[in-house]
Each structure stands twice: as structure tokens, then as C-alpha cells.
């Protein structure tokens, strides 16, 4: 299937091809190659981070294999459950994913557990990784928005602005000057870890970054949800738009929580440090050091 995907506005057309390239009669699709790219890149940037925090990489590798197999599967339930009529007369359609119906909360969810479980059972400090993955989430979805804008999917609503984007796939016109919310979305993200990696010098506690990862891509996803039209509904809401708003209030609730326990100097912590070298311990804090005892 080739999607051609303009910018009338901008004098910029694409044609696709949604599958790069086939392995006998099994087609390889770019939207998985482009979300493997961005699981790639936000991999490699946690390796880094946990190196340079004195966390040992291998729980991070531990951690990766088993989030990924789990995230997808989550990320499939999620939204089968919000749109369970779609597929109530062919149940088995639940387990072909090639046609889409993946949401990403329910990845994050299924990541989240995975990584609460993982850090109490290897006792790490929670929070100092989730900061860490916090970071590499929003570089993982930055770069996987596009592989939407392969698909040809998650557009807006019809819109006047200079850079509307208008689709057709096969020659028939499906989406014409519509908001490019895949776009939307990625350049968001892209703020977010900008914003996440110049505040991660400032912050309070661990913690404090993941739970500004949420605020921000909640305040993101509340805005840009309610210009999509492929949202999924429990009766007159949009799920997205409930999650996302809940997200934002559990980021302000939290940092401003954190803030207060920090300042009356109370710890509270899930874990400890694991990894962290005594002689690091012992040398003077400098703004490379983003884990506290």
C-alpha cells in the first residue's frame, strides 16, 4: 500500500511505501522499523545515563527485554479493551497487530510494572531510574510519532493552517487538510526531553523527573487528543484525554510533595543506590550526580 501524504501549503508531497521492504511473502513495515529505531536510540541513551549515575547496565538490559515483549502486549490490550466491538465477531483478530490498534498508556503502564517490580526485587532506587527512563520514554516516542505519519494515521481534525496535511492512499483521499498531530506529538516530545535533561540539574529528589515527564506529556496528549479523530471513547469521553489529565495531576501532586518532604528533610526512597561506588559516595556532589542516598 503507498500513501501519499502532502503538505499543499508547503509544496512538499510524499509517496510511501508502508512496507520497506519484504523477507519472502512476509512484508517488513516501516512502522516497526521506525519504532525499533526509537527504542534503539532511547536504549542506547540509558546506558549511558546509567554508567554515568553508577547504576550497573545490565539491569538495564534485564530490564529492556522484559519491558519491551510486556509493553506491546499491554499496549495491544489497552486498546482492544477501549474498542472491544471492533473485534467481537472475529476473536482472533485480538492478535493480529499488523493493521494497528496499539495505544501507547497501555505500553507505559505495562513498562512501569515491569520496572516497579524489577527495582524492589533487585532493591535499586525507583526513583533514580525512573528518571533515567523518563527521559528515554520521550526519546522513544519522539522518533516513533513518525512511523504514524508512514501509516498515514493519527490525524486531526480539518484545519486552515499553513502546514495541514492532506492523505490518500492508493489514489482515494481519506484525510484532507487535517492537523498533523503525529507531528504535534513528536515536537512536543522532543521539548519535553530538552526540558527534562536542563531541569534533571535542578531537581529535588528521585523522582522529580519522572514525574515531570508526566505532567508534560500529559498537558501534551490532553491539547493534541482532542484534535484527533480516531480517539478511543468510554461512552462520551476520550480516554486519552482522562488519562492524560489524571497524569497531570499526579505530576504536580507529586514534585509538589516531593518538594515539601525534601524540604522538611524527611527521606522517603524504593531501594537504594545499588551499584554506586563507595568512593563516588565520598566525593562532593556536582550536577553530574543524579541519585541521592
Not at 490498534?101 to 532493591?123: E, F, M, T
Not at 513518525?146 to 489514489?171: K, Q, Y
Not at 468510554?234 to 518538594?259: C, D, K, N, T
Amino acid at each position: 500500500m503507498v500513501n501519499n501524504i502532502s503538505f499543499p501549503n508547503l509544496g512538499l508531497n510524499f509517496s510511501i511505501n508502508r512496507a520497506a521492504f519484504s523477507i519472502g511473502n512476509v512484508n517488513i513495515y516501516w512502522y516497526g522499523l521506525i519504532i525499533a529505531l526509537g527504542m534503539i536510540i532511547a536504549l542506547a541513551y540509558g546506558i549511558r545515563e546509567f554508567k554515568r549515575c553508577g547504576l550497573k547496565q545490565d539491569d538495564l538490559l534485564n530490564m529492556f527485554l522484559i519491558c519491551v515483549p510486556v509493553a506491546i502486549i499491554c499496549a495491544r490490550l489497552y486498546y482492544v479493551i477501549f474498542s472491544f466491538d471492533q473485534y467481537r465477531d472475529n476473536l482472533l483478530s485480538i492478535f493480529d497487530i499488523r493493521n494497528g490498534g496499539i495505544a501507547v498508556y497501555g505500553s507505559l503502564i505495562g513498562a512501569g510494572i515491569v520496572v516497579l517490580v524489577y527495582c524492589l526485587k533487585k532493591k535499586i532506587n525507583l526513583g533514580a531510574v525512573l528518571d533515567i527512563l523518563a527521559v528515554g520514554f520521550l526519546i522513544g516516542q519522539a522518533v516513533g510519532r513518525w512511523g504514524n505519519f508512514v501509516n498515514g494515521e493519527a490525524f486531526g481534525t480539518a484545519t486552515t493552517l499553513p502546514w495541514a496535511m492532506t492523505i490518500a492512499s492508493d489514489g482515494v483521499t481519506y484525510a484532507e487538510s487535517v492537523h498533523p498531530t503525529f507531528l504535534y506529538e513528536s515536537l512536543w516530545d522532543l521539548a519535553g526531553v530538552i526540558i527534562l535533561l536542563v531541569y534533571r540539574k535542578h531537581k529535588g529528589f528521585n523522582g522529580e523527573i519522572f514525574l515531570g515527564y508526566i505532567l508534560w506529556y500529559g498537558i501534551g496528549r490532553f491539547w493534541i487528543e482532542g484534535l484527533r479523530t480516531d480517539s478511543l471513547y468510554l461512552g462520551p469521553l476520550r480516554i486519552s484525554q482522562v488519562v492524560a489529565l489524571m497524569s497531570v495531576f499526579l505530576g504536580l501532586a507529586g514534585i509538589a510533595a516531593g518538594r515539601f518532604l525534601k524540604h522538611k528533610n524527611i527521606k522517603i526512597s524504593v531501594g537504594k543506590p545499588k551499584g554506586i561506588e563507595k568512593s563516588s559516595l565520598e566525593e562532593p556532589k556536582d550536577d553530574n550526580d543524579d541519585i541521592d542516598e
